[in-house]
């Protein structure tokens, strides 16, 4: 009775090992970096965590192939390395000898990639499935880029301050153009003044010396 | 009595800052910290003294006396000494106008890059990713991030200077603000300049300081110091690093722009002028210097975050390649385990070979660069790695906009006094009409350099447009004013302003010392521009996602000697015309003159 219990445990193993062959064609090299990810917080690889990882894959299948009821044991997982990394390949429940074709497995993980990241506290860049590159975040994209807002505040001082001293300038022209009339008259009195106080007037001031000036350097 | 009195800065500290606003530029900052890494670090400075002393100071002290003694703009001034000779004004004008089209659009970048800053992620700090969102563009996987950021986003750049799109509208913008606000700065001449100054001249100093301390506090910084100042004394005997010294110092200080004899002409007639030249020359080497410092520290820290992540990645290399332990190799054991990986496993590590790259620190600091790249690209990549990058990288534009604008404030002022001069308009609103007319004009053509090819056609423009012809004026301006002019009568004019004679140091420097060393540059700049054959530039490689040399086309070769004619010819132009006139009008003049003095 044992006999058979530890004959058909061997053969299941050996036919286990059979379909998890490293670099075969239907499974896929998982990649651990948990040192780098948690640093002092970084937890033990050990059986336990593997038992988490064929589980949380399982679900992932589950996620995908609806109807079919993965198990944990449908998960095998061989060529374990102190790097922490191994290959894993996906058997169908109804047929322990077949595995499952690449494509439904990439789809899979793609699908629920998040939830086996956070069941490991990893992100995208720590916990690897090589040949199964991460779907990367989507780029934000705000209908006004941000720069263009900070150029409009800019260009708005700009061009208030291009107001402001353009009607100072207008307003200092009136000011000049009211005085102008009151300092002529007052010009013009004292001219009628000095004319009949004195016989010395001021005179025309002769321009054509003071022209000349700037290029006679004597 | 003059009705438009020629107006005034409100303080001689006024025309001091303008000064040092105008001489203290981009130069600084992102050419010496090159020269000095190029020409044996510490050592490079014996050469550079040298030369500020022997051409710098004596040059600056002979254009601000020019000014202050003729007090007109550099075409008027330089008529005033010699008729023949105001072509000199002339080719000043015109190699300002050259300067002015290319200079703003710097302005332009900077003010691009200081509005990406407002960002919780800096934009060149990541690559963006591929429509099919699987990875980075791929333009940007094989240049880096903050290269892709330029070359691409800002520029948008083409393959060469012969294909062009169409104009980038972001640079456009900025370049259009970056007009109006110059426009602003010179709107009421040295009234609206005169209290511009105050700030543009002082706040750079603010953030280089701020930027020292943080510079110094940064992790491997004191490599990037220690590799500037090591002197690599050797150098000194390659006649490259005196010719470099001497040419870094002449256009360092702005002179033959005409710049300078523009703000002097605002000063008082006895305005000393001798000390203040002395001080803003001092000024502006020591801030070279001062920026130095803080360039090497933001290259030693940046040349240490590469290596460190050389080193990560080649220990993530090995790591995977040979599956073992993460903690088993840390960046300080990864050339121990090279080594024993090399003995245990020769085939493997064989076959990693091509992977496996060389992590140097000295190489990562042997990267020297100049210009656009260093300020654009090596400057933001060391930003984005700082905490608070955002900050950082604000500061840093803004002050590189204060630098820029500064020396814009020289560079149109130099255009404009001399048309003043001329009393095309000779009202006060004239003048704002004036200064607008010449910023339109300056904004249209420059929107040519906001195109895909446009950053070529910048290159050209900095690298011809005003080297060559500023070593021919500069030299014309000596020659005439210690020997057309006749030094005696220099010092008479000096003596006139200052009260006292130039010391017999000034009159050696300016009638033998600074005429031989302009002339021996200029010969050197001859021979080697017919030495180097077709003039190349570095044209943008998509593909390859890096720079490529490429010869100029044979219409940019004519552009080129354009350039170069268009300015250098003024000179012997106009003192053709003036020659011809003179020989037509000279009998008439001759007349007039005897009625005048017969009626008074």
């Not at chain 1, 499974?27 to 589980?55: C, H, P, Q």
């Not at chain 2, 200064?435 to 906001?450: D, E, I, P």
């Not at chain 2, 000697?561 to 003192?575: D, I």
Request: charged share 15%.
């Amino acid at each position: 009775m044992f006999e058979k219990i530890f004959f058909l445990l061997c053969l299941s193993t050996a036919l286990a090992e059979q379909l998890c062959r490293p670099e075969a064609s239907d499974g896929y090299r998982v990649r651990l970096s948990i040192k780098t990810a948690l640093g002092d917080e970084a937890y033990v690889w050990n059986d336990n965590e593997m038992f988490l990882f064929r589980a949380t894959l399982a679900f992932a299948m589950r996620n995908q192939i609806s109807g079919q009821e993965f198990e944990v044991s449908n998960i095998i997982v061989c060529d374990e390395t102190p790097r922490v990394s191994f290959w894993f390949v996906v058997t169908s429940p109804q047929n322990t000898s077949q595995l499952v074709d690449k494509e439904s497995v990439e789809e899979a993980v793609r699908k629920s990639r998040n939830r086996i990241n956070s069941a490991f506290l990893l992100t995208d860049k720590t916990l690897e499935f090589i040949g199964i590159p991460p779907t990367l975040a989507a780029p934000v994209n705000p209908d006004t880029p941000p720069w263009l807002i900070v150029f409009g505040l800019v260009m708005g001082a700009v061009g208030a301050g291009i107001i402001v001293l353009l009607a100072s300038s207008v307003v200092q022209k009136k000011r000049k153009n009211d005085e102008k009339p009151d300092d002529e008259e007052i010009d013009e009195e004292t001219r009628v003044k000095t004319v009949e106080n004195s016989a010395a007037s001021e005179g025309i001031y002769n321009r054509s010396f003071s022209d000349d000036e700037r290029f006679t350097h004597m | 009595m003059e009705k438009d009195a020629r107006p005034k800065w409100d303080s001689p500290v006024q025309f001091v800052l303008a000064c040092v606003s105008y001489a203290v530029g981009l130069g600084n900052v992102w050419r010496f910290p090159y020269l000095c890494q190029m020409h044996g670090g510490g050592g490079f400075l014996i050469p550079y003294l040298l030369m500020l002393f022997l051409e710098g100071v004596p040059l600056f002290y002979l254009e601000l006396a020019i000014g202050q003694k003729m007090r007109l703009g550099s075409i008027g001034a330089w008529t005033a000494i010699s008729p023949y000779l105001g072509g000199m004004g002339l080719a000043s004008v015109v190699t300002s106008l050259y300067l002015c089209l290319y200079y703003n659009i710097i302005n332009a970048w900077s003010f691009w890059y200081l509005f990406h800053s407002f960002q919780s992620v800096l934009p060149w700090a990541e690559c963006p990713i591929n429509a099919n969102r699987t990875g980075p563009i791929k333009e940007c996987e094989q240049a880096t991030p903050t290269q892709y950021f330029f070359y691409r986003e800002t520029l948008d750049i083409s393959s060469s200077i012969e294909e062009n799109g169409g104009i980038h509208t972001g640079q456009a913008l900025c370049l259009i603000l970056a007009w109006i606000i110059t426009y602003l700065f010179i709107v009421r001449g040295v009234k609206s300049t005169g209290k511009v100054v105050y700030f543009t001249a002082t706040f750079p100093y603010v953030v280089l300081f701020v930027y020292l301390i943080r510079g110094i506090t940064l992790h491997g910084a004191i490599n990037g110091v220690k590799y500037m100042f090591t002197p690599k004394m050797e150098q000194l005997a390659n006649p490259t690093t005196w010719i470099n010294a001497a040419t870094q110092i002449f256009f360092s200080l702005g002179l033959g722009f005409g710049s300078l004899i523009a703000f002097s002409s605002y000063n008082q007639y006895n305005n000393n002028f001798e000390r203040q030249a002395i001080v803003v020359s001092l000024i502006n080497s020591g801030t070279s210097i001062f920026a130095s410092i803080v360039t090497f520290a933001i290259y030693g820290f940046k040349a240490t975050v590469n290596y460190e992540n050389c080193l990560e990645r080649t220990r993530l290399l090995l790591l995977n390649a040979f599956n073992l332990a993460e903690d088993s190799i840390t960046v300080d054991t990864v050339y121990d385990w090279i080594e024993k990986l090399n003995a245990t496993y020769p085939e493997q590590f064989a076959e990693l070979n091509t992977r496996l790259e060389n992590c140097d620190l000295e190489s990562e600091l042997d990267t020297a660069v100049e210009g656009t790249g260093l300020a654009f690209i090596v400057y933001s990549e060391a930003i984005k790695n700082m905490p608070l990058s955002q900050l950082w990288s604000v500061l840093y534009f803004i002050m590189l906009l204060l630098l820029g604008m500064g020396s814009m404030l020289g560079n149109v002022t130099a255009i404009i006094t001399p048309l003043r001069d001329f009393k095309v308009i000779s009202l006060a609103e004239g003048s704002v009409l004036l200064a607008g007319l010449v910023c339109l004009f300056c904004l249209l053509l420059g929107l040519g350099f906001t195109t895909t090819s446009g950053s070529y056609w910048f290159t050209m423009f900095n690298d011809y447009g005003a080297t060559f012809s500023l070593l021919f004026i500069v030299l014309i301006e000596v020659i005439t004013v210690s020997y057309i002019y006749g030094i005696k009568r220099f010092e008479k004019d000096i003596e006139d302003m200052l009260g006292h004679r130039p010391n017999w140091y000034w009159k050696i420097m300016w009638t033998f010392t600074s005429p031989l060393l302009l002339i021996a540059l200029f010969i050197f700049y001859i021979i080697n521009y017919i030495k180097g054959g077709t003039p190349t530039y570095q044209a943008w490689n998509k593909e390859l996602g890096k720079s490529v040399v490429t010869e100029y086309p044979v219409f940019g070769q004519v552009f080129i000697g354009l350039l170069l004619a268009s300015s250098v010819s003024c000179v012997p132009l106009t003192a053709l015309y003036v020659y011809c006139r003179k020989r037509k009008h000279g009998g008439h003049h001759k007349r007039q003159r005897t009625v005048s003095t017969i009626s008074a």
